[in-house]
């Protein structure tokens, strides 16, 4: 047997090196605590083996080496239910308490039952014990793998870890009693095996960030976003999701931001945690892992998934699908708000979320908004000022939203206040910015508009549904208009420059 | 050539790991002889069945990620640039059941045979109007502008989103067309 003993020790140091990288690397403070247990666990059980085998023998070792077996394997389903799936069915976290709270009774019976350590699997208590800790485990992996695709692959080495457990322990002590070859009851050869499997799902699932250990009290100042919900914003581009998320976070809500780019979070919102998804294909359940640990952490607060097309185009539709319906679950069960976008969804991916029963809002997108309300004032011009305005703020026009409306306010009031006043014509200069502050009160009526506005579709671009009959007008009434027009003197835009490029900023 | 021979050997050697580990587990267990004959072919059938499957998984070069489990097609015109890493991103139709991250593809001509392996090392979506310059010369395009061209005569929108996958090669040996 001193080779086996050599494999116990070469093991147990596997242990704490997989323990240390753990604890160091891994975010979800949950995970992190119940591995540490367990391997500190089997990291005991198997010290206390060898050293009751080689050290001095005396009932203290004896009643440790049985304390840390039964320990050990107690741990074992703690860490498997602390796995974020579908949140944390409270049944689970008493039966982790009332398998730790055995361990004790178990270790007092054990010398007065008459029970030794070497026929710890055979004997029908401890035995039971021992084996029901690693099934339960076993059970709660197998449910993991059957209940979806979104952590199968996680649940898989979930398995394989236990599996290896069954087999080194109760299966090995079995076969040795089978051939009358001397128990090894209290170790498990399969302990490194089985914490780096363990160690793979942790970092599978382990958050893109830290979120403070302090658990806050749920928010319950009344929000704008109804809690407990799941909201889809059906847009092209994300950008309601990120101006209505951060309308939230200024009212004190915590807001976690799950985006393909990670942006650094604005400093005057300090409750905003934004984290990158890393191109992965672990990125659905490592978001999963992320959302669980914030929201465990800030119940009732408001996630922003900006980056669900990504997780599709990463994890596979199916995977990003089961982690829409969890988020909801655990949304509910934490009290708190989860927001989707629809960009860069295929229209058969839109439909499947639609299954899901959340709550759907259709929403313009803030740059035809802009360029409508513009066009109105500028005519044909609206295209080319607002290309201007984007190069302007050295961006991309497709990227504008609501947030930039003050911005395209002074800009329109300066750049074209300037052109009006360099025709010298005070008439002209007044009439012009009568017209620029209506076309401003316009822009800010509109960046004011709530979700409940938006969702009623009236939108600056569109047309109303009935036209008034009074408000007609009649070809020949347009025609003797434009005539009028040309005779005092307004000059057609395609006889001069853009204004795009007239327009010069000063700053 | 050499890296073949270094795969090659690899796996020899972990088939002789398999073996030696199947010899030491006969001798550890030599009591099992006393089981009879058929437990003996039992126990031992199914053991060796799942020695025999990892080595055929070793041989094949399925391991350590897996079989592929789809295929990018590629021009005859883009082969040799794939082959020499020149192009490095691929444009699919979201219709197409892209790729994921990590996986393993073949790559193949278009309509025609297998010429190597790609894994897989990012996946993203893109409206076609939002490619930048950098990811249409790794797609194998002359600039932005080029590639919108070629997209307007498949028929792509600017306003369509397109999966992005980013691979790189897979086992160097396999870098050589066998076909042309």
Redesign the interface.
């Known amino acids: 047997m001193e080779t086996y003993d050599i494999l116990i020790a070469v093991g147990a140091a596997v242990d704490v090196a997989l323990l240390a990288l753990v604890v160091l690397r891994v975010h979800a403070s949950l995970i992190r605590t119940r591995y540490a247990a367990a391997a500190a666990g089997f990291i005991l059980m198997n010290l206390s083996y060898v050293g009751l085998l080689r050290g001095p023998p005396g009932p203290a070792m004896e009643t440790l080496a049985v304390f840390s077996t039964l320990l050990a394997h107690a741990l074992v389903p703690a860490f498997v239910f602390s796995l974020p799936v579908g949140g944390r069915p409270r049944g689970l976290g008493s039966i982790s308490l009332i398998l730790l709270a055995v361990v004790p009774l178990l270790t007092v019976l054990v010398p007065l039952g008459g029970w030794s350590l070497q026929t710890a699997y055979l004997s029908v208590p401890v035995g039971v014990f021992l084996i029901l800790c690693l099934v339960l485990a076993l059970a709660r992996a197998v449910q993991f793998m059957i209940s979806g695709p979104l952590l199968s692959s996680e649940a898989y080495w979930v398995v394989a870890g236990i599996v290896a457990l069954l087999n080194a322990g109760p299966g090995y002590a079995y076969e040795l009693q089978v051939?009358g070859f001397p128990s090894t009851g209290g170790s498990n050869l399969a302990t490194p095996i089985a914490l780096a499997t363990f160690a793979v799902v942790a970092f599978r699932t382990n958050p893109y960030i830290t979120i403070s250990r302090w658990r806050r009290p749920l928010w319950h100042r009344p929000p704008s976003l109804s809690n407990g919900s799941a909201i889809v914003f059906e847009e092209?581009r994300p950008k309601y999701i990120g101006t209505i998320a951060r309308q939230e976070a200024r009212l004190g809500r915590p807001l976690l931001v799950l985006d393909?780019e990670r942006r650094e979070p604005a400093p005057s919102l300090p409750g905003v945690a934004e984290a990158g998804i890393v191109?992965?294909?672990s990125?659905a359940a490592r978001v999963f892992g992320t959302a669980s640990e914030f929201l465990a952490r800030r119940p009732g607060g408001l996630m922003a998934v900006k980056g669900l097309?990504?997780v599709?185009?990463?994890?596979?539709w199916p995977r990003a699908l089961q982690l829409v319906w969890l988020l909801q679950r655990i949304c509910r069960q934490y009290s708190s708000t989860l927001l989707l976008t629809t960009s860069?969804?295929?229209s058969?991916e839109k439909e499947d979320l639609k299954a899901l029963g959340v709550l759907w809002l259709p929403l313009p997108d803030p740059v035809e908004e802009i360029e409508a309300m513009l066009s109105h004032t500028f005519g044909s011009e609206a295209d080319s000022l607002l290309d201007a305005f984007a190069r302007f703020r050295e961006r991309?026009k497709?990227q504008i939203t609501t947030d930039d409306i003050p911005a395209l306010a002074a800009f329109l009031l300066e750049t074209v206040g300037q052109l009006s006043a360099a025709a010298g014509d005070a008439d002209v200069t007044e009439a012009v910015r009568f017209q620029l502050e209506a076309l401003v009160a316009r822009l800010r009526d509109f960046q004011a508009l709530t979700l409940k506005d938006l969702s009623n579709k009236e939108w600056p671009s569109r047309p109303p549904a009935v036209a008034h009959r009074g408000l007609l007008v009649k070809a020949a009434e347009f025609v003797q208009a434009k005539n009028e027009e040309v005779a005092v003197g307004v000059e057609g835009p395609t006889r001069r420059a853009p204004i795009s490029d007239r327009a010069r900023p000063t700053t | 050539m050499a890296t073949r021979i270094v795969a090659a050997l690899v796996r020899s050697l972990l088939l002789f790991l398999f073996s030696v580990a199947l010899v030491v587990g006969f001798n550890y267990h030599s009591t099992f002889y006393s089981l009879g004959l058929g437990p003996l072919l039992l126990g031992g059938g199914l053991l060796t069945s799942g020695v025999i499957l990892a080595g055929r998984y070793i041989l094949a070069g399925e391991l350590p990620r897996g079989r592929p489990k789809s295929a990018l097609s590629f021009s005859s015109e883009e082969v040799p640039r794939v082959l020499s890493g020149a192009i490095t991103l691929a444009f699919l139709p979201l219709d197409s059941d892209p790729p994921q991250a990590g996986d393993v593809v073949l790559a193949r001509y278009e309509g025609g045979p297998e010429f190597g392996r790609l894994l897989t090392l990012d996946a993203d979506r893109r409206f076609v109007r939002d490619i930048t310059e950098d990811e249409a010369l790794k797609g194998g395009y002359p600039s932005a502008m080029a590639l919108r061209d070629a997209f307007s005569r498949k028929r792509w929108h600017l306003d369509d989103v397109v999966a992005l996958v980013e691979f790189r090669g897979l086992g160097v040996s396999k870098w050589k067309p066998t076909t042309s």
């Not at chain 1, 599709?312 to 596979?316: E, K, P």
């Open positions: 051939f092209a393909r191109p992965a294909r990125a097309a990504a599709a185009a990463l994890s596979g860069h969804l295929g058969a991309a497709t």
